[in-house]
């Protein structure tokens, strides 16, 4: 018997010695992994702090990238009162400041969906003053078709037709809107862009009036802050970027919306990289056709 066990002893022992020495390597490959990603990450952080001082302190470098055409009238197509600052704040702040530049805001929905129609129209109003967008230039809607709700897509066609009456009415050379990804997924916000976009394949914007939409960016960079800095500045063409002074502007817009500044938002405003950077995108006719294919599947 004890002849049997040190049989079976003499064939495995050398096999437990093999995993030994792969588990030994694979330790040792993966601590120097983790020391790689480490220092990389130290060094990125040195980057992103370097590119933050060059840019915001020190003035040496423009991280700033503005539209080509010079716009006279813009129209932002926002879906909800609060969306303003929670989204756009750099892009309103660099536009409202431009001399000889006049700019509009539609709301395609009061924000009903609290029931609070009225309190958030005026709440809209209150924000758009800090941002400095003159109270004529406001349009809210209040459509049946277009409630404020996270499950209704809006129908494009209806949607579509009440932008563009505003951009005939003011003759808008420049509409910006969210993207196809509505910055948080939110089907109103969405709707927006296949509203624009169908306006745009079907030919009846003018030629004149071009189109920007707000770039999504997923959810670690959503929560990055100056992070964000080196990736926006190499992968945007189009990008704006909120000094400490606009981030305060920006907060005391957003305390406008009483109704809707809770903790989430109030931590949302912290951290959050649209509060800081900004990156449009030109609406391109391509993209938006395989776009509309896909939304119609
Ligand atoms: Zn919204």
């Known amino acids: 018997m004890s002849q049997d066990f040190s049989w079976l002893q003499s064939r495995w022992i050398p096999i437990i010695g093999w995993f030994k020495s792969i588990q030994l390597e694979l330790r040792t490959y993966l601590n120097e992994v983790l020391e790689h990603l480490l220092l990389f990450l130290i060094f990125y952080i040195i980057l992103c702090l370097l590119l933050y001082l060059l840019i915001m302190q020190w003035k040496l470098l423009s991280f700033r990238k503005d539209v080509k055409v010079t716009p006279k009238r813009v129209l932002f197509v926002i879906a909800h009162p609060d969306d303003e600052c929670m989204f756009f704040g750099p892009t309103v702040l660099n536009f409202t ?3 000889g530049c006049l700019v509009y805001l539609m709301c395609l929905s ?5 029931g609070m129609g009225t309190i958030r129209k005026r709440e809209l109003y209150a924000a758009c003053k800090v941002l400095g967008i003159k109270e004529e230039c406001i349009i809210v809607q209040n459509h049946s078709y ?4 996270m499950s209704v897509k809006w129908p494009a066609e209806i949607a579509a037709q009440l932008i563009l009456h505003q951009v005939a009415l003011y003759d808008i050379d420049t509409l910006i809107t969210f993207d196809k990804h509505g910055i948080s997924r939110h089907l109103n916000h969405c709707s927006l862009y296949f509203a624009v976009a169908h306006l745009s394949t079907t030919k009846q914007l003018p030629n004149s009036c071009n ?5 999504s960016v997923n959810i670690v960079r959503k929560y990055w ?6 990736i926006s500045y190499i992968l945007s063409r189009i990008r704006y970027i909120a000094t400490n002074t606009d981030r305060c502007l920006l907060k005391r817009a957003m305390q406008q919306h009483q109704s809707q500044y809770v903790w989430f938002r109030k ?14 995108q030109k609406m391109d006719r391509q993209d938006i056709e395989l776009d509309l294919e896909l939304d119609d599947d």
């Open 211 to 215: 189109v920007y939409v707000l770039e």
């Open 225 to 230: 802050l100056l992070l964000d800095i080196p």
């Open 267 to 280: 931590l949302f405003l912290r951290f959050s990289r649209y509060q800081m950077i900004n990156t449009l």
């Open 110 to 114: 009061t924000g009903k969906n609290y």
């Open 97 to 99: 400041r431009r001399p």
């Open 146 to 149: 277009l409630p404020d709700s």
